[in-house]
C-alpha cells in the first residue's frame, strides 16, 4: 500500500519558520512535489524534487523562502519554510510520482498525502 504522511503543519507568526515532512512508504518514486491549497483558491504548485539526483524546482511565490530537500535513508522529503507570510496560508499537500521530471502539473503525480494545514498569522 502506498502512503503519503505529511507532519509540520501549525500556526506561526509571520517572518517565522515550519518545516514540513513527507514520509514515503509502499514504492519507490521519481519525483516528489509539494502543493497547496488557500481557502476560496485552486490548488497551486509550491516546489518539487527529484529524488535520485535532488534537483529542485520552486514556484516564483516561494522561491529564496523555501527549500525542498530528501532523505534517502529515510524516505522523507521535506519543505523548509522560512520567512512565512500571511498569504503562505494554505493546506499543503506531499504528492509523489512513478517518473523522472520536474513539474508545476498536478496531473502526472500519482499519489497525495492528506494535507497538513499552514496559518501563518500577521
Known amino acids: 500500500q502506498v502512503l503519503l504522511e505529511e507532519s509540520g503543519g501549525g500556526l506561526v507568526q509571520a517572518g517565522g519558520s515550519l518545516k514540513l515532512s513527507c514520509a514515503a512508504s509502499g514504492r519507490t518514486f521519481g519525483t516528489f512535489g509539494w502543493f497547496r491549497q488557500a481557502p476560496g483558491k485552486e490548488r497551486e504548485f509550491v516546489a518539487a524534487?527529484?529524488?535520485?539526483?535532488?534537483?529542485?524546482l520552486y514556484s516564483d511565490s516561494v522561491k529564496g523562502r523555501f527549500t525542498i530537500s530528501r532523505d534517502n535513508a529515510k524516505n522523507t522529503v521535506y519543505l523548509q519554510m522560512d520567512s512565512l507570510k500571511p498569504e503562505d496560508t494554505a493546506v499543503y499537500y506531499c504528492?509523489?510520482?512513478?517518473?523522472?521530471?520536474?513539474?508545476?502539473?498536478?496531473?502526472?503525480?500519482?499519489?497525495w498525502g492528506q494535507g497538513t494545514q499552514v496559518t501563518v498569522s500577521s
Open positions: 504528492a509523489a510520482k512513478l517518473s523522472y521530471g520536474l513539474t508545476r502539473g498536478q496531473g502526472p503525480y500519482n499519489y
Open positions: 524534487v527529484i529524488w535520485d539526483f535532488g534537483i529542485p
